[in-house]
Every structure is written in C-alpha cells, then in structure tokens.
C-alpha cells in the first residue's frame, strides 16, 4: 500500500527503498529483505493489481448465464475499472514519460507481460469452464481464443482507441462469431 501511494504521488522513479521504509516506518533493509530488489516490488505491485482486475472478471462473468455477454461486461467493467484506477493511470502515464528508469511497471504490462497475459489466461479459462461448458471449441482453440481476449484487453489499457463500451462490445463481437464459426464446423 505505502509503494502504491508514492506512485500514484510522485511516480515509479522517485520510488525507492529508502523512501518506501521511511513511509512504512522499517529500515531500508527490512524492506530488502522482506521485498527483494525494486523490480521484485514491481511485479509484486502488478500482480497484487492483477488479482483485483481478474478477481472484478469472475465475478462479472459469474453474473451472466451467457457467455458472449459475460465476456462483454467483463471487459467493459475492467476498462471502465482501469481509467479510474490511478496506479494503473500514473504508470500507463509513463508512456510519454522520457526517464527510462518509470517506465519498470509499464515493461511488465507491455514487453515483459508474459506473467501477466499467462495469470490472466489461466484464470479467465478457469471461469469459463466453470460457468459456460459445454463450449462448441477444443481446449487448444478455447485456450487461444480466450489468450486473445486477454491481450486485446491488455492492448487496449495501454494504448485505448475507442470507449470502453465500444472495446467492450467489439470484444463480445468477436466471442460470437466464432461460437458460430464453431457450431457452423460441428
């Protein structure tokens, strides 16, 4: 929380260890030993994000009996979450920023989003096969389909070209027609 609020204050460079333990009222070293390195607080701070963001998912899947709607409230609750969520809006801010040393958290969102993209497949699948099957798509194809749902969510945070809502039903469009590209192959 203390290295959330001195993001969202002063951005990611101005964060470090000392700071963090004067704010946290620790030495600089217990906050070492308990957290690591600063990219370790990094990827601890995105996945802490990532569990609030996919835990909003289940839930707004959960709510709907089908899956093409699930899949649209689902991505637009998360995109209109993300351009309130001023952690997520400071290090998307860095974009335009010319330090190289704030762009750490906004890596781990673009080209080292690897453990996120893979965090975020496993548990949207997971919700998926909970609340939807029998779905007309093998585990090979639905494991791509919703991979790709997740990185069109991931690109759009990160670079928004059109409203949350639109994303949102573009994303649902999407899901449709290859549920019926699917029961038009069986």
Same mark, same amino acid.
């Given at each position: 929380?203390a290295a959330?609020?001195?993001?969202?204050q002063?951005?990611w460079?101005?964060?470090?260890?000392?700071?963090?333990?004067?704010a946290?009222?620790?030495?600089r070293?217990?906050v070492?030993t308990?957290?690591?390195?600063?990219?370790?607080l990094a990827?601890s701070?995105?996945?802490?994000?990532?569990?609030?963001?996919?835990?909003?998912?289940?839930?707004?899947l959960?709510?709907?009996?089908?899956?093409?709607?699930?899949?649209?409230?689902a991505?637009r609750g998360?995109?209109?979450?993300?351009?309130?969520?001023?952690?997520?809006?400071?290090?998307?801010g860095?974009?335009?920023?010319?330090?190289?040393?704030?762009?750490?958290? %906004?890596?781990?969102?673009t080209? @080292?989003?690897? +453990?996120? !993209?893979d965090l975020? #497949?496993q548990? =949207? *699948?997971?919700s998926v096969?909970?609340?939807?099957?029998? %779905?007309?798509?093998t585990?090979? @194809?639905?494991? +791509?389909a !919703?991979?790709?749902? #997740?990185?069109? =969510? *991931?690109s759009?945070?990160?670079?928004?070209?059109?409203?949350?809502?639109?994303?949102?039903?573009?994303i649902?469009l999407? !899901?449709?027609?290859a549920?019926?590209?699917?029961?038009?192959?069986?």
């Amino acid at each position: 929380d203390a290295a959330k609020r001195l993001i969202e204050q002063s951005g990611w460079a101005s964060v470090t260890m000392a700071k963090l333990a004067a704010a946290v009222g620790v030495s600089r070293q217990t906050v070492h030993t308990e957290v690591g390195t600063k990219h370790s607080l990094a990827e601890s701070l995105v996945l802490r994000e990532l569990s609030l963001f996919l835990e909003f998912v289940s839930d707004r899947l959960a709510e709907e009996g089908d899956i093409v709607e699930g899949v649209r409230s689902a991505c637009r609750g998360i995109l209109d979450q993300a351009e309130t969520n001023l952690l997520l809006r400071t290090v998307l801010g860095s974009i335009s920023s010319e330090t190289e040393t704030d762009d750490e958290l %906004l890596k781990l969102l673009t080209i @080292e989003s690897g +453990m996120v !993209v893979d965090l975020a #497949v496993q548990s =949207v *699948l997971k919700s998926v096969r909970e609340l939807y099957l029998p %779905l007309p798509f093998t585990d090979d @194809e639905l494991n +791509m389909a !919703v991979e790709a749902i #997740v990185r069109l =969510v *991931l690109s759009h945070l990160v670079r928004p070209s059109k409203t949350p809502a639109e994303a949102a039903d573009d994303i649902a469009l999407l !899901v449709g027609l290859a549920l019926k590209g699917a029961s038009a192959r069986t």
